[in-house]
């Protein structure tokens, strides 16, 4: 009964690859969100989409791409992958996405750019 | 104006001890301060939350104190155990979203 889910945990790749992070909720929330936690532990939110529509977008490089086929799933499409990029990425869901509602946080996938 | 800065960036608390992890903000429209906890290789999880228009929170042992012409809070661990070792993170949120911006982090170890 997992309520955030992320596929996969790990993600280990070369430079210059294309990559996704797979994401879904069964809480039946409406509001989806990408974090990115650096390797100083620092959280930083990267998009957030309601019902399918981008909401947030945190100037984050074109070469991510959230998609969100349906309100349950939020992927994320990492095209020519950069050192930089190597980070634990959190997928987050909300009922709503109103300031006060809980945002419930999946497990991670360790991204490691070779 | 959009950052919140936490202290301590660690914290050794013997059991039983009280834990105490401080933040601050500028931006005075702020009007939401979650703290989250995150295990290690866990997501985070939202452990107590408080508005500005209150200047305690209390939830079993944990409790947010907040003043709001210092534009500062608080997060105190009470009867700390070593099951609360794990990474605080404050946050705070801009007002008209629901975007969390987070402090730094704190590291907190709770020795036996």
């Known amino acids: 009964d997992t309520a955030v889910s992320q596929t996969p945990k790990y993600l280990v790749t070369q430079m210059g690859n294309d990559k996704s992070i797979k994401c879904e909720q069964n809480l039946g929330h409406d509001t989806m969100y990408w974090y990115k936690q650096d390797s100083k532990k620092f959280l930083k939110i990267m998009f957030s989409y309601n019902n399918k529509e981008l909401i947030i977008n945190e100037t984050v490089p074109n070469r991510f791409s959230p998609k969100s086929p349906d309100k349950a799933h939020l992927n994320l499409h990492i095209n020519s992958l950069e050192l930089g990029d190597s980070a634990v990425y959190f997928c987050a869901s909300s009922l709503q996405g109103l300031i006060g509602n809980e945002q419930f946080f999946g497990p991670g996938t360790r991204l490691t750019v070779l | 104006q959009q950052q919140v800065k936490q202290s301590p960036q660690s914290l050794i608390v013997q059991k039983g001890g009280i834990s105490i992890i401080n933040c601050a903000y500028e931006?005075?429209?702020?009007?939401?301060f979650p703290w989250y906890q995150q295990f290690p290789g866990k997501g985070p999880a939202l452990l107590i939350a408080i508005r500005p228009d209150v200047s305690e929170k209390k939830e079993g042992r944990f409790t947010i104190s907040f003043n709001k012409s210092a534009k500062q809070f608080s997060l105190h661990i009470m009867d700390s155990q070593p099951g609360d070792s794990a990474t605080y993170f404050c946050?705070?949120?801009?007002?008209?979203?629901?975007?969390?911006?987070f402090g730094t982090g704190t590291r907190l170890q709770v020795f036996p």
């Open positions: 931006n005075t429209a702020f009007d939401y």
């Open positions: 946050a705070a949120t801009p007002p008209g979203t629901d975007k969390l911006i």
